[in-house]
């Protein structure tokens, strides 16, 4: 069977955020993570929890290669990621941050990630695989920066199916 190639426009929908501040605790903040969404009962999205895990596989990989540590998962931000995967998915627009949504720092301290030092974030949205995605955030300089900033000590993905079938992906790094 040959092999898909992703096109000029489903390479162009992917974004890239990298947020660097110094230590910021949210007051009031509990350190636990929001309930993931379970099923697509109401969300119009569903949940790829193996697809999910294998990006983070594929990420790490990738990070060996470069001579950084793997990334260990942070549930705070995959709440976070599947969060802003979901809210994708349902505007059917990627962006970073979504009318009547929360930026990245805010959606990360509002799942629980605090206190933080450093954070970053990769989208993308129309990919079929956590290889494809993996590998197109590869060849752009700023995701690929992301992916193998050997600072950067955790992740969080979320991948969601929208009700059409497409995929919508967030991948939130970060270091406390």
Sequence with gaps: MPRRRSTGL??????????????W???GSTGTAPAAPASPSGRGYAVDTSFEA??????NRRRER?????LRLS???QAAARSHSGAMARATTMAHELPGELGLVRRVVQAGYTPWRRLAENLGAGFVSPRSVVRAWMRSAGHRRNLLDCRLREVGVGVVRAGSGQLWWTQDFGRR
Excluded: D, H, N, Q
């Excluded at 294998?54 to 990420?59: N, S």
């Design 10 to 23: 489903l390479a162009g929908v992917l974004s890239l955020l990298t947020v660097l501040a110094t230590p």
């Design 25 to 27: 605790l949210a007051a």
């Design 54 to 59: 294998r990006v983070i596989t594929l990420t």
């Design 66 to 70: 470069a001579g950084c540590r793997p």
């Design 75 to 77: 549930l705070p931000l």
